[in-house]
T-cell receptor, first 109, second 115 residues
Framework: GQNIDQPTEMTATEGAIVQINCTYQ??????LFWYQQHAGEAPTFLSY??LDGLEEKGRFSSFLSRSKGYSYLLLKELQMKDSASYLC??????????WGAGTKLIIKP | TAGITQAPTSQILAAGRSMTLRCTQD?????MYWYRQDLGLGLRLIHY???????GKGEVPDGYSVSRANTDDFPLTLASAVPSQTSVYFC??????????????FGPGTRLTVL
Protein backbone atom coordinates (compact mmCIF):
# COMPACT_ATOMS: atom_id res chain seq x y z
CA GLY A 1 0.00 0.00 0.00
CA GLN A 2 0.92 3.63 -0.17
CA ASN A 3 1.94 5.36 3.01
CA ILE A 4 3.22 8.72 4.14
CA ASP A 5 4.38 9.21 7.72
CA GLN A 6 4.96 12.45 9.56
CA PRO A 7 4.87 13.30 13.27
CA THR A 8 1.44 14.23 14.56
CA GLU A 9 2.53 17.26 16.56
CA MET A 10 5.67 19.28 17.29
CA THR A 11 6.38 22.21 19.58
CA ALA A 12 9.04 24.86 19.06
CA THR A 13 10.03 28.26 20.41
CA GLU A 14 9.66 31.58 18.62
CA GLY A 15 12.94 32.50 16.90
CA ALA A 16 14.22 28.92 16.85
CA ILE A 17 14.60 26.35 14.04
CA VAL A 18 12.40 23.29 13.57
CA GLN A 19 12.67 20.32 11.21
CA ILE A 20 9.55 18.39 10.21
CA ASN A 21 10.25 14.95 8.75
CA CYS A 22 8.28 12.97 6.21
CA THR A 23 8.89 9.41 5.04
CA TYR A 24 7.00 7.83 2.20
CA GLN A 25 6.34 4.52 0.50
CA UNK A 26 4.44 4.98 -2.74
CA UNK A 27 3.94 3.25 -6.05
CA UNK A 28 6.28 5.38 -8.09
CA UNK A 29 7.47 8.91 -7.40
CA UNK A 30 6.95 12.07 -9.40
CA UNK A 31 7.67 14.69 -6.80
CA LEU A 32 7.02 15.71 -3.22
CA PHE A 33 5.09 18.73 -1.99
CA TRP A 34 4.86 20.57 1.30
CA TYR A 35 1.73 22.57 2.09
CA GLN A 36 0.89 24.80 5.03
CA GLN A 37 -2.60 24.78 6.54
CA HIS A 38 -3.69 27.19 9.24
CA ALA A 39 -6.54 26.03 11.46
CA GLY A 40 -9.88 26.39 9.71
CA GLU A 41 -8.29 27.38 6.41
CA ALA A 42 -7.32 25.76 3.13
CA PRO A 43 -3.87 24.26 2.45
CA THR A 44 -1.44 26.54 0.61
CA PHE A 45 1.63 25.51 -1.38
CA LEU A 46 5.07 25.85 0.22
CA SER A 47 7.54 23.81 -1.82
CA TYR A 48 8.11 21.11 -4.42
CA UNK A 49 11.07 18.72 -4.70
CA UNK A 50 11.65 16.18 -7.43
CA LEU A 51 15.46 15.90 -7.37
CA ASP A 52 17.61 15.01 -4.38
CA GLY A 53 18.88 17.92 -2.39
CA LEU A 54 17.85 21.08 -0.64
CA GLU A 55 15.51 23.76 -1.99
CA GLU A 56 15.64 27.04 -0.11
CA LYS A 57 12.92 29.64 -0.15
CA GLY A 58 13.35 32.41 2.40
CA ARG A 59 12.92 31.08 5.94
CA PHE A 60 11.68 27.72 4.63
CA SER A 61 13.79 24.95 3.09
CA SER A 62 12.81 21.50 1.88
CA PHE A 63 15.09 18.50 1.46
CA LEU A 64 14.57 15.28 -0.49
CA SER A 65 16.34 11.92 -0.58
CA ARG A 66 14.60 9.66 -3.07
CA SER A 67 16.78 6.65 -2.25
CA LYS A 68 15.69 6.87 1.41
CA GLY A 69 12.07 7.85 0.73
CA TYR A 70 12.61 10.84 3.00
CA SER A 71 12.02 14.55 3.07
CA TYR A 72 12.11 17.29 5.64
CA LEU A 73 10.83 20.84 5.90
CA LEU A 74 13.11 23.22 7.77
CA LEU A 75 11.65 26.40 9.23
CA LYS A 76 14.09 29.04 10.49
CA GLU A 77 13.55 32.12 12.67
CA LEU A 78 10.17 30.84 13.75
CA GLN A 79 7.35 33.32 14.08
CA MET A 80 4.05 32.91 15.87
CA LYS A 81 2.28 32.99 12.51
CA ASP A 82 4.09 29.75 11.59
CA SER A 83 1.78 27.90 13.98
CA ALA A 84 -0.08 25.66 11.54
CA SER A 85 -0.26 22.13 10.18
CA TYR A 86 2.31 21.13 7.59
CA LEU A 87 1.22 18.56 5.04
CA CYS A 88 3.58 16.30 3.09
CA UNK A 89 2.26 14.90 -0.20
CA UNK A 90 3.81 12.67 -2.86
CA UNK A 91 2.83 12.39 -6.54
CA UNK A 92 2.68 8.70 -7.40
CA UNK A 93 3.18 6.89 -10.70
CA UNK A 94 -0.38 7.85 -11.77
CA UNK A 95 0.31 11.52 -11.00
CA UNK A 96 -2.13 11.40 -8.09
CA UNK A 97 -1.22 13.18 -4.86
CA UNK A 98 -0.96 10.96 -1.79
CA TRP A 99 -1.24 13.01 1.41
CA GLY A 100 0.19 12.55 4.85
CA ALA A 101 -2.00 13.32 7.87
CA GLY A 102 -0.04 16.47 8.61
CA THR A 103 2.14 17.74 11.44
CA LYS A 104 0.63 20.30 13.79
CA LEU A 105 3.35 22.80 14.73
CA ILE A 106 2.84 24.78 17.92
CA ILE A 107 5.03 27.84 18.41
CA LYS A 108 5.56 29.08 21.95
CA PRO A 109 6.81 32.57 22.83
CA THR B 1 -8.95 37.35 -8.63
CA ALA B 2 -11.22 35.03 -6.68
CA GLY B 3 -9.27 31.83 -7.39
CA ILE B 4 -11.53 29.04 -6.21
CA THR B 5 -14.83 29.57 -4.46
CA GLN B 6 -16.94 26.99 -2.67
CA ALA B 7 -20.52 27.13 -1.44
CA PRO B 8 -21.94 26.76 1.07
CA THR B 9 -19.37 27.55 3.79
CA SER B 10 -21.08 25.13 6.14
CA GLN B 11 -24.18 23.01 6.20
CA ILE B 12 -26.09 20.74 8.54
CA LEU B 13 -27.90 18.02 6.63
CA ALA B 14 -30.34 15.34 7.72
CA ALA B 15 -29.33 11.78 6.89
CA GLY B 16 -30.96 10.55 3.72
CA ARG B 17 -31.17 13.98 2.14
CA SER B 18 -29.27 14.96 -0.98
CA MET B 19 -26.98 17.91 -1.36
CA THR B 20 -24.69 19.50 -3.94
CA LEU B 21 -21.49 21.24 -2.94
CA ARG B 22 -20.52 23.89 -5.45
CA CYS B 23 -17.02 24.73 -6.65
CA THR B 24 -15.99 27.35 -9.21
CA GLN B 25 -12.52 28.43 -10.34
CA ASP B 26 -11.55 31.40 -12.50
CA UNK B 27 -7.97 30.39 -13.30
CA UNK B 28 -8.84 28.38 -16.41
CA UNK B 29 -7.22 25.33 -14.86
CA UNK B 30 -7.73 22.04 -16.64
CA UNK B 31 -7.75 19.77 -13.59
CA MET B 32 -10.06 19.90 -10.60
CA TYR B 33 -10.34 17.76 -7.47
CA TRP B 34 -12.61 17.07 -4.52
CA TYR B 35 -11.08 16.03 -1.19
CA ARG B 36 -12.42 15.32 2.24
CA GLN B 37 -10.38 16.05 5.34
CA ASP B 38 -11.06 14.26 8.61
CA LEU B 39 -9.25 14.68 11.91
CA GLY B 40 -6.13 12.53 12.07
CA LEU B 41 -6.30 11.55 8.42
CA GLY B 42 -4.68 13.05 5.37
CA LEU B 43 -6.66 14.66 2.60
CA ARG B 44 -8.46 11.90 0.73
CA LEU B 45 -9.35 12.25 -2.93
CA ILE B 46 -13.03 11.66 -3.73
CA HIS B 47 -13.22 12.42 -7.44
CA TYR B 48 -11.16 14.32 -9.94
CA UNK B 49 -11.40 15.72 -13.44
CA UNK B 50 -8.39 16.14 -15.73
CA UNK B 51 -10.30 18.28 -18.21
CA UNK B 52 -13.83 19.45 -18.94
CA UNK B 53 -16.08 16.55 -19.90
CA UNK B 54 -14.09 13.87 -18.06
CA UNK B 55 -14.14 12.65 -14.46
CA GLY B 56 -12.44 9.91 -12.49
CA LYS B 57 -12.75 8.14 -9.15
CA GLY B 58 -10.35 8.82 -6.34
CA GLU B 59 -9.62 6.92 -3.15
CA VAL B 60 -13.08 7.30 -1.53
CA PRO B 61 -15.72 7.81 -4.27
CA ASP B 62 -18.62 5.79 -2.82
CA GLY B 63 -21.70 7.88 -2.05
CA TYR B 64 -20.50 10.83 -4.14
CA SER B 65 -20.87 11.88 -7.77
CA VAL B 66 -19.42 14.71 -9.82
CA SER B 67 -19.84 16.34 -13.20
CA ARG B 68 -17.63 18.65 -15.26
CA ALA B 69 -19.79 20.33 -17.86
CA ASN B 70 -17.33 23.21 -18.33
CA THR B 71 -13.85 24.31 -17.28
CA ASP B 72 -14.90 26.47 -14.35
CA ASP B 73 -17.41 24.38 -12.38
CA PHE B 74 -17.04 21.05 -10.59
CA PRO B 75 -20.02 20.27 -8.33
CA LEU B 76 -20.01 17.37 -5.87
CA THR B 77 -23.30 15.65 -5.11
CA LEU B 78 -24.22 13.46 -2.17
CA ALA B 79 -27.28 11.51 -3.30
CA SER B 80 -28.32 10.23 0.12
CA ALA B 81 -26.17 11.58 2.94
CA VAL B 82 -24.97 9.38 5.82
CA PRO B 83 -23.33 10.48 9.10
CA SER B 84 -19.94 9.11 7.98
CA GLN B 85 -19.91 11.82 5.31
CA THR B 86 -19.56 14.44 8.03
CA SER B 87 -16.29 16.13 7.09
CA VAL B 88 -14.64 19.21 5.67
CA TYR B 89 -14.70 19.16 1.89
CA PHE B 90 -12.08 20.95 -0.17
CA CYS B 91 -12.19 21.63 -3.87
CA UNK B 92 -8.87 22.20 -5.63
CA UNK B 93 -7.58 22.89 -9.10
CA UNK B 94 -4.29 22.72 -11.00
CA UNK B 95 -3.06 23.54 -14.46
CA UNK B 96 -3.25 19.85 -15.27
CA UNK B 97 -0.14 19.56 -17.37
CA UNK B 98 -0.01 15.86 -16.55
CA UNK B 99 3.27 16.19 -14.71
CA UNK B 100 4.19 15.70 -11.07
CA UNK B 101 4.97 19.38 -10.53
CA UNK B 102 1.37 20.58 -10.70
CA UNK B 103 0.71 22.77 -7.66
CA UNK B 104 -2.87 22.50 -6.44
CA UNK B 105 -4.85 25.57 -5.39
CA PHE B 106 -7.54 25.01 -2.79
CA GLY B 107 -10.90 26.58 -2.13
CA PRO B 108 -11.86 27.67 1.41
CA GLY B 109 -13.72 24.44 2.15
CA THR B 110 -17.25 23.40 3.09
CA ARG B 111 -17.89 22.05 6.57
CA LEU B 112 -20.66 19.45 6.32
CA THR B 113 -22.41 17.81 9.26
CA VAL B 114 -24.80 14.92 8.59
CA LEU B 115 -27.15 14.09 11.45
Amino acid sequence: GQNIDQPTEMTATEGAIVQINCTYQTSGFNGLFWYQQHAGEAPTFLSYNVLDGLEEKGRFSSFLSRSKGYSYLLLKELQMKDSASYLCAVTDSNYQLIWGAGTKLIIKP
Amino acid sequence: TAGITQAPTSQILAAGRSMTLRCTQDMRHNAMYWYRQDLGLGLRLIHYSNTAGTTGKGEVPDGYSVSRANTDDFPLTLASAVPSQTSVYFCASSEGRGQGADEQFFGPGTRLTVL
